[in-house]
C-alpha cells in the first residue's frame, strides 16, 4: 500500500472542522432544514456588483494593486474607521486583506513566535485556534461566563497570563455566542494588556450587527491601546460579500510593514475586483446594512420565540449581536454535542453545528445560526418540536 505523505506537526495537530462536516453530512439529508451556516444568505447588493463590472470593462482588474490596498479604497476605510470605531487612523495604517481571515491569520503570523501562548475567550471562532496553531503557538481557551451571557472574565484572563502570553484574540460580537463584549470590560481587557505588553488582535466581523441597545466597542479606539491592537474587519457580513473574499486591518504604522510581510507570502494583495467592489460599498447608500441588521433583529426574536416552546430542551442567553446563537442543551444525551448533532441531523432533519467545534466549553451546546429566511427558522424549529416531543 502507497505510504500517505507525512504533513507537518501544525497540520496534524488540526481535527476536520465541524462547520464543513456537517455541511457534508447534511448534502445526505433530503429537504434539510439549516441552521448550521454563519454565512449572509442575501445576496450582494446591486450598486456593488455594477461597480465591480465597471471595473471589469475599463480593464482595471486584470494586475496586482499595491500590496496593502488601493489606496483610494484604504483612504475610505480610514474615514470609516474615524466615524464608526473610533479609530483615528490614516491610509497607511491600513491593509486591505482576503477577508477578515487573512488578516487575523497574518496579524497572529507577525505577532506569535512558535511555543507563544495566545489567550482566546471561549468559546470562540474554531478558525481563530487553528490560526494560532497555525503559526506554531499554545492557544490557551479561558471560558467565559455564561451565566452572565458569556461575558469575559477578567480574573480569569489575569490568572492564565504567564511569560509567554503573547497576545490576546478575541471577536466581538461573537462567534458562536452573540455575546457583545461591553465598554467597560474591554477597558478592563486593555489595561491588563497593557500592564502585561500583550498584543490584542480584534476580529470585529459582525460589527454592525448589535441589538437593543448594545453598542460595539473597538478595543483600538483607546488611545493608549493603539500600539498594541491589531483590529480585523470585512465586508463579509455588513455587506453581503462573503465569495469576495475582501476585509482589512488597522494597526499601529509601525507594524503594518511587519503584518505585510507575513500578508504578501500568504496574498500577495487582494482580489483587485473584489477592491472595487467594496469602494463602492463604502461610498454607496448604506441602507443594505441597515436592512440586514433588522433583518437579523427580527430573525434573533423569532428563533428566540421558538426556542422558548422549547424550554424543557434547551435554555439560552439572547444574544445581542451577530446573527448567531449558542443554546445549552438540557438532555444528557448531548453531553457529546458532536452525536447530538448528527442525530438531530439524520433523524429530525435539522442541520445544526455541535458546541464543541468552539472549544472543550462548547460542550453541551448546540449554536444556531439565525441569519437564514424566517420560514426556514420556523421549519427547523417544527421538526425539533416534533423531534423533542416525540
Ligand atoms: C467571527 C468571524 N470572523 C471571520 C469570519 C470570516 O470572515 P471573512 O469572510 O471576512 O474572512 C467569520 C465567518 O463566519 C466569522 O464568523
Known amino acids: 500500500m502507497a505510504k500517505r505523505l507525512r504533513v507537518s506537526d501544525r497540520i496534524g495537530q488540526i481535527g476536520k472542522s465541524a462547520i464543513h462536516e456537517m455541511t457534508r453530512l447534511s448534502k445526505e ?35 496586482y494593486s499595491e500590496n496593502a490596498g488601493l489606496p483610494r479604497l ?24 482576503v477577508g477578515a481571515i487573512e488578516g487575523l491569520a497574518a496579524a497572529v503570523l507577525a505577532v506569535v513566535d512558535p511555543g507563544d501562548e495566545v489567550i482566546l475567550p471561549s468559546p470562540t471562532y474554531s478558525t481563530h485556534i487553528r490560526q494560532v496553531v497555525i503559526a ?61 505588553d500583550l498584543a490584542v488582535i ?3 466581523a459582525y460589527e454592525y450587527f448589535v441589538y437593543d441597545g448594545h453598542k460595539h466597542f473597538s478595543i483600538a479606539s483607546i488611545p493608549e491601546m493603539r500600539r498594541n491592537v ?18 482589512y486591518l488597522h ?27 467594496a469602494l463602492a460599498a463604502l461610498q454607496g447608500p448604506q441602507d443594505c446594512v441597515h436592512s440586514f441588521a433588522e433583518h437579523y433583529l427580527a430573525a434573533r426574536n ?6 422558548d416552546r422549547l424550554g424543557s430542551v434547551f435554555s439560552y442567553y439572547k444574544p445581542a449581536g451577530s446573527y448567531l446563537m449558542f443554546p ?41 445560526s439565525f441569519c437564514v429566511p424566517e420560514d426556514a427558522i420556523n421549519k427547523a424549529f417544527e421538526r425539533m418540536e416534533a423531534y423533542f416531543g416525540g
Open 251 to 277: 494597526a499601529d504604522s509601525d507594524l503594518i510593514p511587519q503584518i505585510a510581510k507575513a500578508h504578501i507570502p500568504l496574498a500577495i494583495c487582494a482580489p483587485v475586483i473584489s477592491q472595487y467592489a
Open 202 to 204: 480584534t476580529d470585529e
Open 328 to 368: 445549552r442543551i438540557l438532555l444528557d444525551a448531548a453531553k457529546d454535542s458532536t452525536t447530538f448533532c448528527k442525530k438531530l441531523l439524520r433523524e429530525g432533519r435539522v442541520s445544526t453545528t455541535p458546541g464543541v467545534a468552539f472549544g472543550p466549553t462548547g460542550e453541551q451546546h448546540l449554536r444556531l
Open 29 to 63: 439529508v433530503e429537504d434539510v432544514a439549516f441552521l448550521s451556516w454563519a454565512k449572509p444568505t442575501s445576496d450582494t447588493p446591486e450598486h456593488i456588483k455594477e461597480a465591480a463590472v465597471a471595473a471589469i470593462r475599463d480593464g482595471l482588474v486584470g494586475g
Open 230 to 247: 491589531i483590529s480585523c474587519y470585512t465586508f463579509t457580513k455588513t455587506y453581503a460579500m462573503t465569495g469576495w473574499r475582501i476585509g
Open 136 to 196: 506554531s503557538g499554545k492557544p490557551v481557551l479561558v471560558p467565559t461566563v455564561e451565566d452572565d451571557g458569556f461575558v469575559l472574565d477578567i480574573e480569569a484572563i489575569k490568572r492564565a497570563i504567564t511569560p509567554r502570553t503573547k497576545a490576546i484574540l478575541y471577536c466581538s460580537p461573537s462567534n458562536p455566542t452573540g455575546t457583545v463584549f461591553s465598554e467597560q470590560a474591554l477597558r478592563q481587557l486593555g489595561e491588563v494588556c497593557l500592564e502585561h
Open 302 to 307: 423569532l428563533m428566540c420565540d421558538r426556542l
Open 74 to 97: 484604504r483612504e475610505e476605510i480610514a474615514k470609516k474607521l474615524a466615524r464608526d470605531n473610533k479609530i483615528e487612523a490614516d491610509p497607511s495604517e491600513v491593509l486591505v486583506t
